[in-house]
């Protein structure tokens, strides 16, 4: 047999064994485009779902902020229950709709010093959107709730949670609160760390400052080192 006749050969299998597959292949064919035709539905209706959602919140936000200054506490406590009401089905979202939702529930209910429901609050919506860039500022509230329910393992979890992200814009007042309540725990070295790492990275800031003065204070008591 020639190399030519070799080569014909060859490709006239080839084409006999595409034409048996070419229904296979077809096959294939349709099912990428189904695929990607309900990926971009998926898309569009997660789209549209979000900005549904995005527009109740502004609502709802408006609807309980709209010249509240005017009214009476009854009125107040009133808008806030009804805000709760229309909130319900938004704070078991994911994504940035439970992430507003959950936060907005937990200002009122701060508001209202339910201070227990706050906390769950703002941690349902870190549970929302873990990476948000909100995520230190409910830890930091959730730790402000903790100390307004006098518990302090907590506080301290929360404010530490709080302190580990740099760019917090309260990054400094969360070191400073994590020294103080480890302080107040007896957990001298605790405190200390936190002082001190205040000061390493912020060292001209009040809060710093305020660090700096308890440093001093703790040594001379003899808790630290």
Same mark, same amino acid.
């Given at each position: 047999m020639t190399d030519k006749t070799e080569k014909l050969t060859i490709a006239d299998s080839?084409?006999?064994?595409?034409?048996?597959?070419k229904g296979f292949v077809f096959a294939v064919a349709a099912i990428i485009v189904v695929v990607i035709v309900a990926v971009a539905v998926f898309a569009t209706v997660k789209?549209?779902?979000?900005?549904?959602?995005?527009?109740?919140?502004?609502?709802?936000?408006?609807?309980?902020?709209?010249? !509240?200054?005017? #009214?009476? %506490? *009854?009125?107040?406590? /009133?808008?806030? =229950?009804?805000?709760?009401?229309?909130? @319900?089905? &938004?704070?078991?979202?994911?994504?940035?709709?439970?992430?507003? !939702?959950?936060? #907005?529930? %937990? *200002?009122?209910?701060? /508001?209202?010093? =339910?201070?227990?429901?706050?906390?769950? @609050?703002? &941690?349902k919506a870190v549970e929302a959107k873990s990476k948000a860039y909100t995520a230190s500022l409910c830890y930091y509230?959730?730790?402000?709730?903790?100390?307004?329910?006098?518990?302090?393992?907590?506080?301290?979890?929360?404010?530490?949670?709080?302190?580990?992200?740099?760019?917090?814009?309260?990054?400094?007042?969360?070191?400073?609160?994590?020294?103080?309540v480890n302080e107040s725990a007896k957990k001298y070295d605790d405190a200390k760390a936190a002082y001190e790492k205040l000061v390493e990275l912020h060292s001209s800031t009040s809060w710093a400052e305020l660090a700096k003065t308890r440093l001093i204070s703790l040594k001379a008591a003899g808790n630290i080192q």
């Amino acid at each position: 047999m020639t190399d030519k006749t070799e080569k014909l050969t060859i490709a006239d299998s080839l084409n006999k064994t595409l034409e048996k597959s070419k229904g296979f292949v077809f096959a294939v064919a349709a099912i990428i485009v189904v695929v990607i035709v309900a990926v971009a539905v998926f898309a569009t209706v997660k789209s549209k779902t979000t900005e549904k959602g995005i527009e109740q919140l502004d609502l709802i936000s408006y609807t309980l902020t709209n010249e !509240a200054s005017e #009214l009476s %506490a *009854e009125d107040v406590t /009133a808008r806030q =229950n009804k805000a709760l009401e229309d909130l @319900a089905s &938004l704070t078991s979202k994911s994504g940035v709709i439970g992430l507003r !939702a959950n936060m #907005l529930v %937990a *200002e009122i209910k701060f /508001a209202q010093k =339910n201070y227990e429901e706050a906390r769950s @609050a703002w &941690l349902k919506a870190v549970e929302a959107k873990s990476k948000a860039y909100t995520a230190s500022l409910c830890y930091y509230n959730a730790a402000v709730c903790s100390e307004e329910l006098n518990d302090s393992d907590n506080a301290i979890a929360y404010y530490k949670a709080a302190s580990e992200d740099g760019d917090f814009l309260l990054v400094d007042h969360a070191l400073f609160s994590l020294g103080r309540v480890n302080e107040s725990a007896k957990k001298y070295d605790d405190a200390k760390a936190a002082y001190e790492k205040l000061v390493e990275l912020h060292s001209s800031t009040s809060w710093a400052e305020l660090a700096k003065t308890r440093l001093i204070s703790l040594k001379a008591a003899g808790n630290i080192q």
